[in-house]
């Protein structure tokens, strides 16, 4: 990591824990009002039964099975192609920013966000897409001077995402869950899931791992809870299908390209029911 972006994200950072206010401590109980927000790995793009197509929203997504184990009445604004923006303040369509969904009697909030502020999911959608054709991507369709400020920025945006939430929902268990490992570690292509060229995969391997060591920050810093779900390295999207949490290029079961599918939703929410009957 450059350490000019080190220390602006340790800068940011810093800055936020000053002002972090604790997450509710409370239990979530059966029948509480959760509101689940984020991007498209929360959403369940693809994932059937898609409930509303403008988001890509999946009625079998992380949300949705949570709220059934767990007995709680969801609200679930979960869109895909959300950035922060798009949760504090932004409107994405016809739907407003999704802390609107947000009120007094929230008593649980689930966000999966950031990634798309710096281009992660559509970098690896296009250096995918050039590699399967011999090609390279970085100095073309991706740039890594630009990556590195959109990281450098990311920090102070997830702090205004977690003080959003808290301003509209004071009461609630708020709980970070981040992407799940997309790229294998190893940095090696595997196609046709990843037919990324090495040196395109090396570096978005690296921004895959720089985004987790934000979020993980981030939440630290606003102390709300953290769910670990990206540290795994046997469900990327390299591994046998029957064992993938993320499909690749070219899906083996119903998802986006290079986004979780049905089994990873269900272990995405396995670990958040296990984070609050832990912490409950």
Request: hydrophobic share 45%; net charge neutral.
């Amino acid at each position: 990591m450059p350490a000019r972006l080190l220390v602006a994200i340790s800068l940011a950072l810093a800055s936020v824990a000053l002002v972090a206010r604790p997450s509710a401590a409370q239990s979530v109980e059966p029948g509480d009002r959760y509101v689940a927000l984020g991007h498209s790995f929360a959403s369940g793009a693809v994932i059937p039964p898609v409930v509303d197509e403008s988001c890509a929203r999946s009625g079998n997504n992380y949300a949705h099975l949570v709220a059934r184990i767990l007995n709680l009445t969801l609200t679930d604004v979960t869109c895909a192609g959300a950035t922060t923006d798009d949760i504090t303040s932004a409107s994405q369509g016809v739907h407003p920013p999704q802390a609107d969904a947000l009120s007094l009697d929230t008593k649980l909030v689930t966000v999966t966000i950031g990634s798309n502020d710096v281009g992660y999911t559509v970098a690896n959608i296009a250096c995918s897409a050039a590699g399967k054709d011999g090609l390279g991507c970085l100095g073309t369709s991706l740039h890594p001077d630009e990556m590195d400020a959109a990281l450098a920025a990311l920090p102070a945006k997830m702090a205004m995402t977690f003080a959003a939430i808290r301003a509209k929902a004071p009461d609630a268990r708020v709980v970070l869950v981040p992407d799940l490992r997309v790229l294998p570690p190893t940095a090696r292509p595997c196609p046709p899931s990843v037919p990324m060229q090495p040196a395109d995969l090396r570096f978005l391997v690296d921004v895959g791992d720089k985004l987790h060591t934000i979020m993980k920050r981030s939440a630290e810093a606003a102390n709300v809870d953290y769910v670990e779900t990206y540290t795994t390295k046997r469900h990327h999207a390299c591994v046998a299908p029957a064992k993938r949490w993320i499909e690749g290029q070219e899906p083996a079961s119903p998802a986006a390209v290079f986004h979780p599918n049905e089994a990873g939703m269900k272990a995405l929410a396995n670990s958040i029911v296990r984070d609050l009957q832990r912490q409950s």
